[in-house]
């Protein structure tokens, strides 16, 4: 019987994990199940290899008893414990996982009482109005599996931005010990482009000596693109994407008289280019960034030269919107507060959960009193080169109001208001309950406008233009929330955020000392959105911001 390979394992895994969860039990057993095959999916080595050196738990979330099932799938093609949980659930039950918000004891229900063993049969149930009628699943339900069916077949396959960024790093470490010979390993794709969801994790690699052909290694979870150095540049070209992007530039080189093609820019039997800058170059274009190749403009504004130099991460000199255990975070203010200096910020804003956000422990007045004191202390200690912002995370209530009044609002440094319930509302009492929260004096920042969760559910429906000129006349800057589970405000609006004359402000919603590195995929859907350095609001200096932050407040006083 033939052994079976990396990606049946990692199939093989993840069947073992939604089994698991629909058991029941301890759900994290589970989840560490499902990891590993996401590790195994990506793997850039053969999988026998790492078992003879005895080196499974070298890759991420494997440790030595998902080893041994590792092992035993590798050898057998099954484990035991597969063939016993498989006799309990049909193989179509499992699909129904895929949809977010549907809990293992929901899909075990709509499987048991309504029979339903395939997504298809999910999405006739839903509208045929069966799982509203059914007992302990009722209407909300079969309006969550109605709203969130298109998330599971639009997101299947599609990892979130840091999953990917670990599972590439694995795999070019793997590829770096078991293949010493190559060189500049690069990663491609998707996630070279800052895409919110990474659906193809890819590799270019410099491979020794000269004149061969391009190879791939194709292991169905990961392509790794090999190239000599001379078609290194070309075939990171072609492996970074996206398809529209290269469609164009190949009928711009047609327009010129040449030809594009994967070993670099031809005219006549020649290749006159071969790295990446030199294509666009003879192209007669500026340098585009990866996160730029969407086909969405980007090649008409290179060819006017109109292309911005694009946000960095050095570029950001302080970090707002951040949770202390004072509300939901982990940590102390001070704790968080070194941790940003240590990473060489300049300024911390804190921004704990108000008071209607009773179920993150948000700020009694009396709390709130007590963090400033705490945070004055800690000024003093810190000294003029770092100072703790005092701001607050004020839930925007359903008609549009802040949840403090204006004598607490204005013994703030800043005020991010948010959204966090009623998300049902409809488009345009959304909207308004945006655009008052907007005219009040005292926000500073909207975050997370569009309430979305990556592959969780969609965000709640609003007029994005209508509040984006609100934010733009009120000098309030629009969050792009850099957890990776949101990443919002979505990077297809950032050209309309700039067009309207919007500031933004990068930021990374931490609620420990580890989020604080999150602004990173901030900084990415930045870029991928086109934002300048020069349109961020942390990107001033600590005394920037302070001014900026008094001349607003300055302008509340003359309202006033």
């Not at 709203?147 to 599972?167: D, E, M, T, W």
Request: aromatic share 4%; proline share 3%; with cysteine.
């Amino acid at each position: 019987m033939p052994k079976a390979g990396t990606q049946e394992i990692a199939r093989l895994l993840r069947e073992y994990a939604q089994r698991s969860a629909l058991r029941g039990g301890n759900p994290y057993r589970a989840k560490a199940y499902s990891r590993a095959a996401d590790s195994l999916a990506a793997l850039g080595v053969p999988i026998e290899r790492l078992i003879d050196e005895g080196r499974l738990t070298e890759i991420p979330g494997v440790g030595e008893a998902i080893a041994d099932i590792i092992t035993k799938l590798h050898r057998a093609g099954t484990h035991p414990s597969l063939v016993k949980l498989r006799q309990d659930i049909p193989a179509g039950v499992l699909e129904l996982l895929s949809v977010p918000g549907l809990r293992p004891e929901k899909v075990l229900r709509l499987y048991k009482d309504l029979g339903i063993i395939s997504l298809a049969e999910l999405e006739r149930a839903a509208k045929d109005d069966r799982i509203k009628k059914a007992k302990g699943l009722g209407a909300a339900l079969q309006t969550k599996v109605l709203q969130n069916l298109a998330i599971a077949k639009g997101g299947q396959g599609r990892l979130h931005l840091h999953r990917a960024a670990a599972l590439l790093e694995h795999a070019k470490e793997s590829l770096q010990k078991s293949r010493p010979e190559l060189k500049r390993l690069t990663i491609a794709g998707d996630f070279r482009r800052g895409c919110e969801l990474v659906g193809d994790l890819a590799i270019v690699a410099e491979t020794p000596g000269s004149g061969g052909e391009a190879d791939v290694i194709d292991t169905a979870g990961l392509q790794v693109h090999l190239a000599d150095r001379e078609h290194f540049g070309a075939v990171l070209l072609h492996a970074t994407g996206s398809p529209v992007h290269l469609e164009q530039l190949r009928l711009l080189a047609e327009k010129k008289g040449m030809r594009l093609e994967q070993d670099g820019l031809h005219k006549g039997r020649s290749v006159v280019a071969g790295t990446e800058e030199d294509i666009y170059r003879a192209l007669g274009l500026s340098f585009v960034e990866p996160e730029l190749r969407e086909g969405r403009g980007e090649i008409d504004r290179a060819l006017k030269g109109e292309l911005s130099k694009l946000v960095a991460d050095q570029d950001l000199r302080g970090i707002l919107h951040c949770h202390t255990d004072a509300s939901d975070g982990t940590e102390t203010l001070e704790t968080m507060a070194k941790a940003t200096l240590k990473r060489g910020f300049e300024y911390f804003g804190v921004a704990d959960h108000s008071k209607s956000a009773h179920y993150a422990g948000g700020l009694s007045l009396e709390q709130i009193k007590e963090q400033h004191r705490e945070a004055d202390r800690l000024n003093k200690k810190f000294g003029k080169d770092f100072r703790i912002l005092k701001g607050i995370e004020s839930d925007i209530l359903a008609d549009g109001s802040l949840d403090y009044p204006d004598d607490v609002l204005e013994g703030f440094d800043f005020v991010v208001a948010s959204i966090h319930g009623r998300f049902k509302l409809d488009r345009k009492a959304q909207t308004q309950r945006l655009l008052r929260a907007i005219a009040n004096p005292y926000t500073t920042i909207i975050g997370h406008m569009t309430g979305r969760q990556l592959q969780r559910r969609p965000g709640y429906e609003i007029d994005v233009e209508k509040v984006l000129r609100a934010c733009a006349k009120h000098d309030v800057a629009v969050e792009i929330n850099a957890h990776p589970w949101r990443l919002d405000l979505d990077w297809r609006w950032h050209q309309a955020a700039l067009e309207l004359g919007c500031m933004m402000s990068i930021n990374p919603d931490a609620h420990s000392i580890r989020e604080l590195d999150h602004m990173h995929w901030g900084v990415e859907m930045a870029r991928k959105g086109g934002i300048p350095a020069d349109r961020v609001l942390n990107a001033m200096t600590l005394a920037e911001i302070i001014r900026h932050l008094k001349r607003k407040r300055r302008a509340l006083s003359r309202v006033a």
